[in-house]
């Protein structure tokens, strides 16, 4: 199960945790899991003609659901695990790879930095960290570090968002080409 703390961190936490105390990864904030917590676990999918992201849960699987946008009847599947694990080996080896040549660069930082792309409207769990960047190594405090984030995304089954490398320079030249008068 997937819980959001409110710094926005996700975290995954076992089955049955109802009532134990766990500790945010990112912020170190205590919090206790409630009985409701627990008993639902949210499922998200997208509406097969408007695409509007839909939230409802496990034990929906194999029931039609209407499109609150389009009024689309539209049948919960159970997530492709499939489809998971293999975006979450894609994901690895985007990391890998920007390790590799950040060891090989000039500047070993070069290669540190990613930014999670996607929607931000397709998941609560998502929606926190759409657009943020992290770094690889963890060794750049001005970024929190990608271990917080338990390798993905994709961070459940069913996520749509990804990791795409981050050129800090880059970006900072496109502010400054961007600032009035330029």
């Not at 990112?26 to 939230?55: Q, S």
């Not at 499109?67 to 695990?81: E, F, I, S």
């Not at 963890?138 to 459940?156: A, F, N, V």
Request: proline share 8%.
């Amino acid at each position: 199960m997937i819980l959001a703390c409110s710094c926005g961190q996700s975290m995954q936490i076992p089955e049955g945790s109802s009532g134990k105390t766990f500790r945010c990864p990112a912020c170190a904030e205590l919090f206790t899991v409630g009985v409701a917590e627990v008993v639902v676990t949210p499922l998200y999918f997208r509406c097969t003609k408007c695409t509007t992201v839909i939230v409802t849960e496990t034990g929906c699987i194999g029931q039609r659901l209407q499109c609150p946008k389009c009024g689309r009847k539209c049948l919960v599947k159970t997530p492709d695990t499939q489809i998971y694990q293999r975006r979450l080996s894609q994901t690895q080896e985007t990391i890998r790879r920007l390790e590799v040549w950040g060891q090989e660069a000039d500047d070993p930082m070069a290669f540190d930095l990613v930014v999670v792309t996607g929607p931000k409207d397709a998941c609560p769990v998502c929606s926190a960290i759409v657009e943020k960047i992290f770094s690889i190594s963890g060794k750049r405090s001005d970024y929190p570090p990608l271990s917080t984030l338990k390798g993905g995304p994709p961070l459940h089954p069913g996520c749509v968002h990804n990791l795409a490398p981050y050129a800090e320079a880059f970006h900072k030249w496109e502010e400054e080409r961007r600032k009035p008068g330029r």
